[in-house]
Nanobody, 123 residues
């Protein structure tokens, strides 16, 4: 069982930065594809950033391109979402997700493993 634990959320003023962390546990073979998703108030959950570990590629939603960066620290077994230039519309619950399949094989938003989420509030 893959347990994902997010941390790093909080409140920040517009223009500020936060870095979210996702601890993905020891089942490395079950997390070939790592993603960050968010659910903003009154909106559906949406993908923010995806890291295909096996292919060493990243993908970003248009709304966060140039502001957010997804990275992985292999030694610490952590995946990060660095968020810069935060705006009030970035407010929401942010979730880490993992899947053992390559990212191209994962239907949109249909990751096998999810964290509980961490709240980000931008004012």
């Amino acid at each position: 069982h893959v347990q994902l634990v997010e941390s790093g959320g909080g409140s920040v003023q517009a223009g500020g930065s936060l870095t979210l962390s996702c601890a993905a546990g020891r089942y490395t073979y079950k997390r070939n594809c790592m993603g960050w998703f968010r659910q903003r108030p009154g909106k559906d959950r949406e993908g923010v950033a995806v890291l295909w570990i096996g292919g060493a590629t990243t993908t970003y939603a248009d709304s966060v391109k140039g502001r957010f960066i997804i990275t992985r620290d292999k030694a610490k077994d952590l995946v990060y979402l660095q968020m810069n230039g935060l705006q009030p519309e970035d407010t929401g619950m942010y979730y880490c997700a993992a899947d053992g399949r390559p990212c191209y094989a994962v239907p949109a938003g249909k990751y096998n493993y999810w964290g509980q989420g961490t709240q980000v509030t931008v004012s």
